[in-house]
């Protein structure tokens, strides 16, 4: 039977929670995806606006996908992008990264509903040393594949037939999908690894419920009809397993323990850059 993740739930105050559906123990990455954060849905109070102070990344890719609200992005290379529902922020830590994450100065003072994925993919060895980059992708850039009742939305990677224009260093399985009441849709076997995570709506695989805010990892080679009971969304996510086992401590990645070990000492020596415009940062866990 296909294994069923129940996130664990972070409040990060103000009313304003986050699920973490991995790392976990009992999956530790499905494809390259290491990291799974689901934002919301919450409303955030103008009196608690999003202030996510600058800290570092290293050996992974961040990727923002927003169904609701608006995220100010900075960052030590200088880039400051706003992002909107439907979007893609994916930002290239590599050798290292420094960037915030806060309510857009458009914002402020004002209630704003928030909803949307965070996540972490893990770059290969070859490329975990890279040059660090960011990428912003306007939601009508990407590809989008219309199916009887269904539409789907290739964030990153490639699935159904189209390749997202986000640039990804190991294939990748990254897809927005909505289906009406009663419509169904076959889920390919076309990656290695593959999950799926329902948002909203009543969904079932193979005729079994498929709970909600759960993310369901598939068994390979599977290929499971999904089938809606009322109007619902689902993340599809995977791609080729990852080569090797990596570590993941705090907002580092690496299949280097000693990396990341050095890591540590840059961001406490404050030796990993800063974001223009920014005075405060997050210090190292004492962990």
Same mark, same amino acid.
């Given at each position: 039977?296909?294994?069923?993740?129940?996130?664990?739930?972070?409040?990060?105050?103000?009313?304003?929670?986050?699920?973490?559906?991995?790392?976990?123990?009992?999956?530790?990455?499905?494809?390259?995806?290491?990291?799974?954060?689901?934002?919301?849905?919450?409303?955030?109070?103008?009196?608690?606006?999003?202030?996510?102070?600058?800290?570092?990344?290293?050996?992974?890719?961040?990727?923002?996908?927003?169904?609701?609200?608006?995220?100010?992005h900075?960052?030590?290379?200088?880039?400051?992008?706003?992002?909107?529902?439907?979007?893609?922020?994916?930002?290239?830590?590599?050798?290292?990264?420094?960037?915030?994450?806060?309510?857009?100065?458009?914002?402020?003072?004002?209630?704003?509903?928030?909803?949307?994925?965070?996540?972490?993919?893990?770059?290969?060895?070859?490329?975990?040393?890279?040059?660090?980059?960011?990428?912003?992708?306007?939601?009508?850039?990407?590809p989008v594949?219309?199916?009887?009742?269904?539409?789907?939305?290739?964030? @990153?990677?490639?699935?159904?037939?189209?390749?997202?224009?986000?640039k990804?260093?190991?294939?990748?399985?990254?897809?927005?999908?909505?289906?009406?009441?009663?419509? @169904?849709?076959?889920?390919?076997?076309?990656?290695?690894?593959?999950?799926?995570?329902?948002?909203?709506g009543?969904?079932?695989?193979?005729?079994?419920?498929?709970?909600?805010?759960?993310?369901?990892?598939?068994?390979?080679?599977?290929?499971?009809?999904l089938?809606?009971?009322?109007? @619902?969304?689902?993340?599809?996510?995977?791609?080729?397993?990852?080569?090797?086992?990596?570590?993941?401590?705090w907002?580092?990645?690496?299949?280097?323990?000693?990396?990341?070990?050095?890591?540590?000492?840059?961001?406490?020596?404050?030796?990993?850059?800063?974001?223009?415009?920014?005075?405060?940062?997050?210090?190292?866990?004492?962990?």
């Open positions: 039977m296909a294994l069923e993740i129940e996130g664990r739930e972070h409040d990060l105050g103000g009313g304003f929670t986050v699920r973490r559906l991995l790392p976990h123990a009992k999956c530790r990455s499905v494809g390259p995806f290491v990291f799974f954060d689901h934002i919301g849905p919450a409303e955030v109070p103008a009196e608690h606006p999003m202030a996510v102070r600058p800290h570092p990344h290293i050996g992974l890719a961040t990727v923002t996908f927003l169904w609701e609200g608006a995220i100010m900075r960052d030590s290379l200088g880039y400051a992008q706003e992002i909107l529902p439907g979007d893609v922020n994916w930002m290239t830590a590599g050798r290292g990264i420094v960037h915030s994450e806060r309510t857009p100065e458009r914002l402020l003072g004002k209630p704003q509903r928030m909803h949307g994925l965070q996540t972490w993919v893990a770059l290969p060895k070859e490329h975990e040393e890279t040059a660090p980059d960011f990428a912003h992708h306007p939601a009508a850039t990407l594949v219309e199916l009887p009742g269904v539409r789907l939305c290739v964030v @990153a990677g490639d699935g159904f037939g189209e390749t997202s224009p986000v990804v260093l190991a294939r990748t399985l990254y897809v927005s999908m909505e289906l009406s009441a009663g419509a @169904a849709l076959l889920i390919p076997a076309d990656h290695a690894e593959r999950a799926l995570y329902p948002v909203e009543e969904l079932t695989l193979d005729g079994e419920p498929l709970a909600l805010s759960r993310l369901r990892v598939l068994d390979p080679g599977s290929e499971p009809v089938r809606a009971g009322c109007d @619902a969304r689902v993340m599809l996510l995977g791609g080729e397993p990852l080569d090797g086992r990596r570590h993941v401590w907002n580092f990645v690496s299949s280097s323990r000693d990396r990341i070990e050095q890591a540590k000492a840059d961001w406490a020596a404050d030796r990993m850059g800063r974001v223009p415009g920014e005075t405060e940062r997050i210090p190292l866990p004492e962990r």
